[in-house]
């Protein structure tokens, strides 16, 4: 039996904007070593960005072997 890994980053879409949940320490991290964010951006936990750039941080997350969904 497999196990499953554990989700590192929700992906919620609200039209134009993509709000990004660390759900583990790995996803938190990685978040604040590779994203350049102002303090208004994060919400309730949640780094908020626009669609245009979210498929790239998506990509790096996964390339980087997190968990993301």
């Not at 991290?29 to 936990?45: D, K, P, V």
């Amino acid at each position: 039996m497999s196990q499953m890994k554990e989700t590192d980053v929700m992906v919620d879409r609200h039209g134009s904007i993509v709000g990004l949940s660390p759900m583990t320490a790995a996803g938190r991290e990685w978040i604040e070593e590779h994203c350049q964010a102002e303090s208004w951006q994060w919400l309730a936990g949640t780094l908020n960005v626009d669609m245009r750039y979210a498929g790239d941080i998506v990509a790096g997350m996964q390339a980087d072997g997190l968990t993301v969904e």
